[in-house]
């Protein structure tokens, strides 16, 4: 996961309404054409439930 950048990562997410599940978060991602590898680091997290951007950024960069 070297290559997280999470402006990219927010890019993808626009219109997330938080808080939001993991599975929101990848059905945004996948609407907004987010490239496999941002999907597939959303589909990784740990958590299931996010109440803000930051905390999305810090599961993916942590998992």
């Known amino acids: 996961m ?3 950048n999470p402006i990219e990562m927010q890019k993808y997410l626009k219109g997330v309404d ?3 599940s993991k599975d929101d978060l990848v059905s945004t991602a ?3 054409d987010a490239p496999g590898e941002i999907v597939d680091q959303l ?3 740990s ?3 996010f109440d803000g951007p930051n905390a ?3 599961a ?3 998992s």
Do not use: C, I, L, R
Request: hydrophobic share 35%; proline share 5%.
């Open 2 to 4: 070297a290559d997280f």
């Open 18 to 20: 938080y808080p939001a």
């Open 30 to 32: 996948q609407s907004n």
């Open 43 to 45: 589909k990784g997290m």
């Open 47 to 49: 958590k299931d439930s």
């Open 56 to 58: 999305v950024v810090e």
């Open 60 to 62: 993916v960069s942590k």
